[in-house]
């Protein structure tokens, strides 16, 4: 298939911590910005929630049970079990 360039413009500071964790992961911000665009059009969704200002008002965590719960959504970690994902969650909990 036939490649195509895309601009993408974003706080520099922004970029520099994402060049670095993609890095991290092995990978160039090139490849992670096609990973994030055929998980959307294979979804036919944004794979992660997208939040107001309602988020800030939540627990941190609720916050990290919600993040873990999207992240089994999407298939991240389809091993994990709703135990451990609890055990996640109380484990936050606990650090408040």
């Known amino acids: 298939?036939?490649?195509?360039?895309?601009?993408?413009?974003?706080?520099?500071?922004?970029?520099?911590?994402?060049?670095?964790?993609?890095?991290?992961f092995g990978m160039s911000a090139n490849t992670a910005m096609n990973i994030f665009a055929r998980a959307v059009v294979q979804r036919g969704k944004i794979p992660f929630e997208i939040h107001g200002d309602e988020e800030e008002s939540l627990s941190e965590g609720y916050k990290a049970y919600r993040k873990i719960r999207a992240l089994a959504e999407s298939g991240a970690f389809p091993e994990m079990s709703l135990e451990e994902i609890n055990k996640e969650i109380a484990n936050v909990r606990k650090k408040e």
């Open 1 to 24: 298939m036939a490649q195509v360039s895309m601009t993408v413009r974003m706080d520099s500071g922004l970029k520099a911590s994402f060049d670095s964790l993609c890095s991290q």
